[in-house]
């Protein structure tokens, strides 16, 4: 069975530290993507890669950096953690296509910055 | 600026009965329509697609309706089971581009 996996499903950490969160998809896809889900926003991308060492940007990428030196493994990273970064967050991957192939999800990591 | 949209954010319907969740989008040039489903402590999976040739798309209980003129689609489900009760999310995208527009999302409730 294909999956997306993150590699925590609950994390708490205080502001200011240095986070990582790990996503590894074992379908060959180039496509990962970095969301983060909050009530009443819904999901918002923060970034996005399509191939080894590439990124781009989505729509609210202030305060995190990503790094994706596999294929397979696609890391966000909150430089330092605040309040506002409390969330779901939420990876997904895909492959290149025609823009009709579904996103497979993980699980998610719940995050809570104190 | 948000390109899809999904109103009315939260439904409740009796076991059985029909759920219609409904989705507009501003952009005509989109080419592809998806639905995702999640529940709480998950991540979405995906439950059903259009193409924009199409009006209708069916997959046994969900059906997606796609009305071009008025950028409007809706996800029937019928009958609607307990086990339905989840967020639904609406998304978009174009031809050769793999990165999805969501919607807000929206919370369905099935009342036993």
């Known amino acids: 069975d294909v999956k997306v996996t993150q590699s925590s499903r609950y994390l708490v950490k205080r502001t200011g530290e240095k986070v990582f969160l790990e996503c590894v998809q074992d379908m060959d896809h180039e496509n990962m993507f970095w969301y983060r889900q909050d009530p009443g926003l819904g999901l918002r991308l923060i970034y996005f890669?399509?191939?080894?060492?590439?990124?781009e940007k989505g729509d609210i990428p202030e305060g995190y950096s990503v790094s994706r030196e596999k294929k397979e493994r696609f890391s966000l990273i909150l430089e330092s953690a605040s309040t506002n970064q409390t969330s779901m967050y939420l990876c997904?991957?895909?492959?290149?296509?025609?823009?009709?192939?579904?996103?497979?999800f993980g699980s998610g990591t719940r995050l809570t910055v104190v | 600026d948000q390109q899809v949209k999904q109103n009315s954010p939260s439904l409740s319907v009796q076991e059985g009965r029909i759920s219609i969740l409904n989705c507009d989008y501003t952009n005509s040039m989109f080419d592809y329509f998806l639905w995702y489903k999640k529940y709480p402590a998950e991540g979405p999976t995906f439950l059903i697609s259009i193409s924009s040739i199409k009006d209708k798309n069916e997959d046994g209980r969900f059906t997606v309706f796609l009305n071009k003129s008025a950028k409007h689609l809706s996800l029937h489900i019928v009958p609607s089971q307990p086990g339905d009760s989840a967020v639904y999310f609406c998304?978009?995208?174009?031809?050769?581009?793999?990165?999805?527009?969501f919607g807000k999302g929206n919370q369905v409730v099935v009342i036993p």
């Open positions: 997904a991957s895909t492959l290149s296509g025609q823009g009709d192939s579904g996103y497979t």
């Open positions: 998304a978009a995208s174009f031809y050769g581009n793999n990165r999805l527009a």
């Open positions: 890669s399509y191939d080894v060492k590439m990124k």
